[in-house]
């Protein structure tokens, strides 16, 4: 009888044991699982952060600090100071330039528009002035390779050239526009009228 309840004894005391061993397991998996729950949240905690980071640096930084140049081209002084004003740049004028822009407008400016620069930047600009005027010979007359050539060292363009059928010398200048033999501004654009002979 002795020897039953010792057997009894022994097989409850490794039925607790067993438990034990289970409960033990089972909290070890229960701590596991928490320890890489905890990883898991602190490594979205941390990717939120940074990302939030790099966000407010970007809109802070580059928004604060950096500004795309503006296209001030063609407008006057008083125009380009308040499209200047606008952002945190200047403007430093920094003299006269002869251009085909009308008198008195910036026709030259640096850096570019859509330049990526810094805050309190200068913007040099330059303003048009009026060309020197040129005396020109009339042109009607010549012939066309000639009056292109003489508008070319003279600083002028060559505009739209239109042929039309005349008794006249082929390649003659019957017309131009603007008119030819008087004083006209430097870089002035002549359009011609010549002649395409009888054929």
Avoid at 8 to 23: F, G, H, S, T, Y
Avoid at 74 to 85: C, F, P, V, Y
Avoid at 145 to 160: D, T
């Amino acid at each position: 009888m002795k020897k039953f309840r010792k057997e009894n004894e022994i097989d409850n005391l490794d039925l607790d044991n067993l438990e034990v061993e289970e409960k033990a397991i089972i909290d070890e998996e229960k701590d596991s699982k928490t320890k890489i729950g905890k990883i898991v949240l602190n490594i979205v905690l941390i990717i939120a952060i940074i990302k939030l980071g790099a966000n407010v640096f970007e809109r802070y930084y580059f928004n604060e600090f950096y500004y795309k140049a503006p296209n001030l081209l063609g407008l006057n002084i008083d125009e380009a100071k308040k499209t200047i004003s606008k952002s945190a740049l200047n403007i430093r004028e920094m003299g006269e330039v002869y251009s085909d822009l009308p008198y008195g407008t910036v026709a030259l400016q640096e850096p570019a528009e859509g330049t990526i620069v810094k805050r309190a930047r200068n913007i040099k600009i330059w303003v048009s002035k009026e060309s020197p005027s040129v005396f020109l010979d009339d042109l009607v007359g010549m012939n066309y390779i000639e009056a292109s050539s003489l508008l070319n060292k003279n600083g002028m363009k060559v505009g739209e050239v239109k042929r039309i059928k005349s008794d006249l010398p082929i390649n003659q200048v019957i017309a131009t526009s603007p008119k030819s033999g008087e004083p006209i501004s430097r870089g002035q654009q002549f359009d011609f009228l010549i002649s395409n002979g009888l054929e």
